[in-house]
Every structure is written in structure tokens, then in C-alpha cells.
């Protein structure tokens, strides 16, 4: 047995804290987060080039080597990149394709038509040298300005998908309604070029009770249309894909309208298509809940985030924003049903839990950028952050194993403000951390991320002594061996944990005959 796992229960510990080695002041990385496999990207999208380049935004991206081996190989940025781009602001990776969004991005793909933050996204792809290299930029066929397209990206396989949650006009392109917001699919052909397939929006979008107009162009707050800001957060996976309207007011049957209740869509491909599944709202819906600020899925599973709930899990215990999320499984005839709602062991008001929510096989992440407290609910540090385990039980429940904190949490670290879950390993950002390692070289808001692994290894040791005729060679691993001596490799087995060789090499003599 090379490599030992926590079968029940798992305990995740931090591995490793990330800055960026050009980090300055304000740069926010840790804003976005996502991870995939042995891939890792972080976004940064207040990354200035100079002082006269503020705000045009980077990514960074980081690659697993071996057993918790992270290490940064690439800093990424648009080719077209001008100030206040804000690339970085959302991003997304999946095997060997990543994408980034710039939702202050004017130009269209031929950094043309000037359109002030119309928005954009750019899909990055990994060279066989290990290289990522931008391969194309992608706008939506009816951009306008202020949609703010790439605020939140998602990728899958072959399929990108863009929210755009500033977008007023239906899939066709009628029908305005403020801000009702939208989201765009990209599918990758077989020429590898990416081209818009579709265009989605909410089956039920109608507009806020502020009644805004198209022509609308000075507000007072007694008549704001907000707007349901579908695509302000979504997920996908696979043949399924979920959108969040935070500031959706209707419930499932257009009824029920409660100011900024919030709402999510679940989407089904079908031959291709993408086809409305159902829309799912809180059990209990309460006005400025925030439901769907957060969402993702894998596989028949979904998750929710409603970071602005008052309630507990039990629909007591009532705290101002302390937050919640609500777990949904898809069921043999389709539907999704809601499963639990949970929320922090140690809530509290204004922790914001749910403001990210990631879910990978058995296990969900949900961040609370406001959590004060540390693991054991002491130490108090305001605005620190935290993230909230969850491991699903036999029985189909969810049970929390874990509160993680930064080992070297300040106060206004905002930690968890992004968070994300692939296999064994979760990353979480702390856009306002100031310093680059453990307590040295502070520079205000430059970001961090955390890498945090449940997987503990053992390294098996071997010993093999060889015997050689002259002129021949041993292979171990990469190395070529052509003398005698001893030598130590380490490599790596399927678990990815150490297996360490050492070798007696020995030439024979040559025997005359």
C-alpha cells in the first residue's frame, strides 16, 4: 500500500500558500479561484502594468508535479489588454483549457467597436510543453455596451459558458427587460475554433417592481430596478448546467414576489440543445436573500449559495446575514429535489456564508468571507474568513467535518470570498491578504491563495542491487545510468506518492573466451 486515504471523515490540512512573485498593492489575486486535477488558476483582476495601467487583470496558473507538489508555472494575461479590463475577474479550468473573464473589456474579438464594458472572455489552452497560450477571444453575436459579458465563465470538455448578468434582451434578442442578464454557450469545433451555439436566459424573466426602461437613465433609489441578474453565478457540468438570479422575486410558479428572494435555473442538453430543466427557490423565501449569488454542479448533484439568508438550517435561530446553501440531487424521473439546507456550525450574523459554494464527488465547499472566528470559534479577527466542509453521509445526508482558516488569517483578509473543490485538494483565495509568505513582506491587499489536501502519503523505500556487462545501461524513471555507484531516484506511482529507488550499480568484468 503506497498511499494512505482517510476513508470517512476526511481531515484537510493547509499544504501550501501562494502569492504572486510581481505582487503589488491592490492586485486582489485570490478574487476567483478554480481547480481541476493537477491544475490549478488564481485571478488577480486588479493587476496593474504600471502606474499609468491600472486594472487591467492577470491570472495565475499553477501545476501539481507529484503528492501536494503545487508549484506556479504561468502568469497569464489578455493579448489585447487595456486598463480596467478587470481580466481575472472570473475564471475557469478544466484538464488542459482555461478561461478568464474581463467584464470591463470594450473591444469585440478583433479589438474593435468600442463598447464600454460590453465585456469579454479568453480561452487559454495548454501546449504539449507544458506552455498555456491564449487561443482565442470570445464576445457574444449581440453585445452591447455595459453587459458585462465574462463576469462569471465555466468550462467542461468542448463547451464554455459566459454570464453576462448586465445583458437586457432575450435569446433573440428582443424583449427588453433591465438587466435581466443572460448567458452565452461556446461550443469548440472540430476546426478548434470556439463559436457561440447558443443563448440562454431565464424561461420566466420579467422585470423588477422599479419598472426601468430602456430609455431609463437617472435612478432614485424609491424606483430602482435592480434587475434578477441571471448569469450573476453558474456552473456547469457535463450535460447540466445552473445559472443563479440573486435578485429574482418569483418563486417557481411566477408567484409570490419578494424583492431580491433570488432564484436558479438547472438546463439540460439535449441533441446538442440547451432546453429549460426546472427553477429552484428556497424552501423558505425571505426578501434580500441573496439566493443564487452562488451555484455549482457535478453530476446530479447541485448546490445553491444564499449568502444574505437570515435563517438556520431549521429555519430558526434568526442572525442578519449569517447565510445558508441548499443541496439538490436529480432523482430517477428527472427532477431535482431539494435534499438540505445547511449552514455554518457556528454561524453568525454577517458571516455571508454561501457567498461561494463548490461541490466535487461527495464532498461541498462553502465559503464565509465575513466568518470572524478561527476553527475553534475563537480568536477573533473581523472579516477574516472562513470555508465549511461537508462530506455526504451514508444515509444521503451532509454532515459538516470541517472549519479551515488561513494559517495566518488578519483581519479583512476576506478568505473563502472564493473557494473550490477538485478530488483530494481545495483552493480558496483571500483577495485582501497583505502578506507574501507566512507573516514577511506586507504589501496591502496584494491577495493569496491556499491550497488545502485531505490526502496523506507514505513513501515506500526500495533497495535493488544491479548487475551490468560493460556497455550497457540502467533506466530508472528519467535517468540513464552508464557507470557503477549508487543512486537515488524518486518517483512517482499511480497514487501519485513517492516511491524512492535507490540502486548499487555493479559492471562486470568481461570474461575472455
Known amino acids: 500500500m503506497l498511499c494512505m486515504y482517510w476513508a470517512n471523515g476526511q481531515s484537510f490540512s493547509e499544504i501550501l500558500k501562494v502569492s504572486a512573485f510581481d505582487r503589488e498593492a491592490e ?4 478574487w476567483a479561484v478554480d481547480i481541476s486535477g493537477d491544475y490549478a488558476i488564481i485571478g488577480a483582476y486588479a493587476d496593474d502594468y504600471g502606474a499609468t495601467n491600472p486594472n487591467m487583470g492577470s491570472a495565475y496558473i499553477f501545476e501539481k508535479t507529484g503528492i501536494d507538489d503545487w508549484n506556479f508555472v504561468q502568469k497569464i494575461y489578455n493579448s ?57 477571444k470570445i464576445v457574444p453575436d449581440d453585445r452591447e455596451e455595459g453587459d458585462q459579458f465574462g463576469w462569471t465563465v465555466d468550462v467542461s470538455g468542448s463547451t464554455v459558458i459566459v454570464g453576462a448578468h448586465h445583458e437586457d434582451h432575450d435569446a433573440l434578442g428582443d424583449n427588453f427587460i433591465f438587466r435581466a442578464g443572460s448567458v452565452y454557450v461556446f461550443d469548440r469545433g472540430m476546426d478548434s475554433t470556439w463559436t457561440q451555439s447558443q443563448k440562454v436566459v431565464a424561461w420566466d424573466r420579467q422585470p423588477d417592481s422599479g419598472g426601468g426602461d430602456e430609455t431609463m437613465s437617472v435612478w432614485h433609489y424609491t424606483d430602482i430596478d435592480y434587475g434578477d441578474l441571471f448569469g450573476c453565478s453558474l456552473s456547469l457540468s457535463g450535460n447540466f448546467m445552473i445559472v443563479g438570479a440573486h435578485n429574482g422575486d418569483y ?44 451555484v455549482a454542479i457535478d453530476s446530479n448533484i447541485a448546490v445553491v449559495g444564499a449568502k444574505a439568508e437570515d435563517h ?36 453568525n450574523s454577517g458571516d455571508h456564508f454561501g457567498i461561494d459554494v463548490s461541490v466535487d464527488g461527495d464532498y461541498i465547499v462553502v465559503g464565509a468571507e465575513s466568518n470572524n472566528f478561527d476553527e475553534t470559534g475563537e480568536d477573533e479577527l473581523n472579516n477574516s474568513g472562513a470555508a465549511y466542509i461537508f462530506e455526504k453521509e451514508g444515509d444521503g445526508t451532509w454532515e459538516e467535518i470541517q472549519k479551515i482558516v488561513g494559517s495566518d488569517r488578519r483581519a479583512e483578509d476576506w478568505f473563502a470570498n472564493s473557494i473550490a473543490i477538485s478530488e483530494h485538494t481545495i483552493i480558496s483565495g483571500a483577495w485582501q491578504q497583505d502578506f507574501a509568505g507566512i507573516e514577511t513582506d506586507s504589501i496591502e491587499d496584494a491577495g493569496a491563495g491556499y491550497f488545502y489536501s485531505s490526502i496523506v502519503c507514505a513513501a515506500e523505500f526500495h533497495t ?20 557503477p555507484g549508487t543512486y537515488i531516484d524518486t ?22 573466451t
Open 27 to 30: 492586485d486582489r489575486l485570490g
Open 251 to 294: 418563486n417557481p410558479d411566477g408567484e409570490g414576489g419578494i424583492n431580491q428572494a433570488g432564484a436558479a435555473y438547472i438546463f439540460t442538453r439535449v441533441e446538442g440543445t440547451w432546453i429549460p430543466d426546472q427553477k429552484v427557490c428556497a424552501t423558505i423565501r425571505g426578501g434580500w436573500d441573496r439566493y443564487g449569488y452562488s
Open 312 to 347: 438556520s438550517e431549521f429555519e430558526a435561530d434568526y442572525a442578519t446575514n449569517a447565510g445558508s446553501a441548499y443541496i439538490y440531487q436529480r432523482n430517477e424521473a428527472g427532477t431535482w429535489e431539494t435534499v438540505q439546507k445547511i449552514d455554518a456550525s457556528d454561524r
Open 491 to 512: 518517483l512517482s506511482n499511480s497514487d501519485a506518492c513517492d516511491s524512492i529507488i535507490t540502486t548499487t550499480l555493479t559492471y562486470l568484468d568481461l570474461i575472455e
Open 464 to 483: 535493488q542491487d544491479v548487475n551490468l556487462c560493460a556497455g550497457d545501461s540502467l533506466t530508472v524513471g528519467a535517468h540513464v545510468y552508464y557507470e
Open 80 to 136: 489585447d489588454q487595456d486598463d480596467y479590463d478587470r481580466f481575472g475577474w472570473s475564471v475557469a479550468i478544466d484538464g488542459n483549457l482555461a478561461v478568464v473573464g474581463a467584464f470591463g473589456e470594450d473591444e469585440d474579438e478583433n479589438d474593435e467597436n468600442n463598447l464600454s464594458k460590453a465585456g469579454s472572455a479568453y480561452i487559454f489552452e495548454r501546449a504539449p510543453d507544458g506552455t498555456w497560450n491564449e487561443v482565442q
